[in-house]
């Protein structure tokens, strides 16, 4: 291209950038600004409604830069935000707080921040902006007391007090901090048949609060009620993103508390195909950054791309393909056994990996994580989740008598390999983060990984070292005033786990768990429903031993062998995959 050339189409762009411009000011200013969203949404040109502002038209350019593009979709998505349900929120009376519990500004902006921090990216169960929003300007719409007391319930368990943060809050104690603001989250919550939305998003968080603190059993109330209530379908009048966010959200949290749990999910997905999934939600865009934030003064720490908005996108993209191997493993009502099945699913968790964007691929150690910027917690997390599922869909079959030879030999691998990448991926959390900011979910996936690797692979690493890592993590997970005692059950079951597989256990164990390790029965089952945190292998064998046959073996043995093959890599080595050379015209549109 020419100079002169070069010189128009930049000076043609700046011209084109003048329209938009004055398209926001005209939104910002609330001049007709949802009559000019309408003119968008309807494709009208940047031109024509830039004449209709009284300013000089400009000559038409196709590109528009992305710097304004992404203003141009802020504004009107903040524009539609206001005025969508316009006419169902209320405001709080004059002088009247989000909470009862405390009257500190500073001690409330932290737990909020603890939460939107740690929780929210890994667990979206409502939008940020849309909360923030009605919680700044005092209305009840997207936010309400019981979301408020919820939200900072759940930051208790994060709260890890500082020195100079008791002089700010002397007295604090976190749990008894905790326990209030569950108590006014539960008062404060309607007695509805027809539940709002900002209640069934405080059900999910008081399900999360519940669940750390070592009270699964109530948490599961929570969960299944939040659930219900999306199944009814009701009509609510909220902006498109907010209710997107929240249904997939909550969703992918139902499915993911099945799974690790490993029961039949309650709830239904908003919609079978993963390319429906937050279709209306604006994704983040370089304006979006998470920050390191763990105590008051971190509010300046580094700042990293946030990926917050894809994270919880494509974790309800892998809760679809997790809840369909729920149904193959736990409901044969629902599906029908067979090694096209089995390895049509394989399929679906390696094609989910594969087209994840290159910011969301895992580092090779420890050095390269520190030097990604991407690696945020929530990324992490997301990974973690992917391991597990693998782990739960091959493990059962290592237990059927009649699944044997090079078959079986391969998904062994298979399952080690993923156990490991699981085990790696919680060692790098605890290096860059720290497992005091891991969500609870994340250790019951800790001991699932680190269950296969005592028993099936325990000599790379040790065994020994496995049980040490797991117990040291879970420690830091529930240690301080606050913390989640719910690791502290954990801990048991996994060092009975160990005992079982007659593991030499470190010579810190008592130092790891504390001295108070006389769990009754009742303490663990009200930890997670049951008694142990291990896949009910026993009931997956019993469902599906008169459908594997040395036909079922042989045809697994040869399409997982073709697979590998395929794609030019062992089965034990499962690293990332060109999904298009290997799956053989799958979809990712694939019937749930």
Known sequence: ???????????????????????????????????????LRNGESYEAISKTLDRPPFSELPQLSPKFRVQLTKAIAEHSMDMEGEGNAGTLMPGTSWSNV??????MDTLMALYFTWVHPVHMLFSEN???????NQSDLYCTSALVNAVCAMGCHLLDVEKDERRLWPGI????????FLKEALKKLPQDSAPKMTTIQAYAILFLVDLGSGKGSRASHYIRLA?????????????????????????????????????VPSVLPASAKPTEVFRNVLLDTHDDLWRFYRHTGDETAQEHPSSAILVARETAKLMLHV????????????????????????????????????????????????????????????????????????????????????????????TIDHARRSYEAHRLYKELYSCRYQPSVQSFCLLHAGDILIRLSPTQPSATTVVENCLLYLKEAADGKGGFPVCGPLQEMFRRSAVECNVRLPDNVYELMGEDTNYTS?????????????????????????????????QLGEQIKALNAHAGRSAADTRRIQIDELLNNASDSMEF
């Not at 849309?130 to 700044?136: G, I, N, P, T, V």
């Not at 394989?346 to 969301?360: I, R």
């Not at 049951?530 to 046959?549: H, W």
């Open 1 to 39: 291209m020419h100079k002169e050339e070069m010189i128009r189409e930049i000076r043609a762009l700046r011209e084109k950038n003048n329209w938009v411009e004055r398209i926001l000011r005209a939104i910002r200013a609330d001049d007709d600004g949802a009559a000019i969203i309408e003119r």
């Open 102 to 107: 405390t009257d500190s500004e500073s001690l």
């Open 130 to 136: 849309h909360f923030m929003a009605s919680y700044k």
């Open 173 to 180: 104690d976190t749990e008894v901090l905790r326990e209030k």
């Open 227 to 263: 659930g219900d209530a999306l199944n009814a379908r009701l009509e609510y009048h909220y902006a498109t993103e907010a209710m997107e966010i929240t249904r997939w959200g909550i969703y992918a949290l139902n499915v993911l508390w099945a799974s690790v749990t490993f029961q």
């Open 323 to 414: 809840h369909r191997t729920i149904d193959i493993l736990y409901d044969r009502r629902a599906v029908e056994l067979s090694a096209d099945e089995m390895v049509g699913r394989y399929k679906a968790y390696l094609e989910w990996e594969a087209q994840l964007p290159e910011t969301m691929a895992p580092p090779h150690g420890i050095a390269e994580a520190r030097e990604l910027q991407h690696l945020t917690a929530h990324v992490l997390s997301l990974h973690i989740h992917y391991h597990t599922a693998v782990i739960h869909l091959f493990q059962p079959l290592l237990y059927l008598p009649n699944f044997t030879g090079t078959a079986r030999q391969q998904v062994m691998d298979i």
């Open 522 to 554: 009742e303490m663990l089952l009200d930890a997670c429903t049951r008694l142990s945190y291990r896949q009910p292998v026993e009931r997956v064998v019993a469902n599906m031993e008169d459908t594997v046959s040395a036909d079922f073996t042989q």
